[in-house]
């Protein structure tokens, strides 16, 4: 099936809003895998130890919240909830660089900012 076909998902507004939003929110989520450890070797000299707990509180939030929050999300509007997540996490993660830029950024910072980037994913 080619783009130009009568039944064609790519005729549909609201597909192509849909794929927009979740590719770059996605691509946000990638760099942020990286940036994240990388932000706390280079920027903050952090240990290998250190990164490994990043790490590790970073996947946190799937083992301790992902059931419960994926059943009660699935009681509500899907779209709300993306935009709400997405938003969440723009936010959190934009409190790094503003900590940087005002020479405030501590390795401490970074965890709870992972863990809420977690819950929020």
């Not at 990164?51 to 946190?60: I, R, S, Y």
Request: aromatic letters at 10%; charged letters at 10%; proline letters at 7%.
């Amino acid at each position: 099936m080619t783009v130009s076909t009568p039944d064609s998902l790519w005729r549909h507004a609201d597909f192509r809003r849909l794929w927009a939003a979740e590719s770059v929110s996605q691509l946000g989520t990638q760099v942020s895998l990286i940036a994240l450890p990388l932000m706390a070797i280079i920027a903050l000299h952090a240990t290998p130890f250190q990164v490994g707990l990043l790490t590790a509180v970073e996947f946190l939030p799937f083992l301790l919240v992902g059931l419960p929050a994926g059943a009660w999300v699935d009681r509500m509007r899907r779209r709300p909830v993306l935009i709400a997540a997405d938003l969440g996490r723009a936010a959190a993660l934009l409190i790094l660089p503003a900590a940087y830029l005002l020479d405030l950024l501590q390795l401490w910072m970074l965890f709870p900012v992972v863990f809420l980037v977690g819950v929020l994913t």
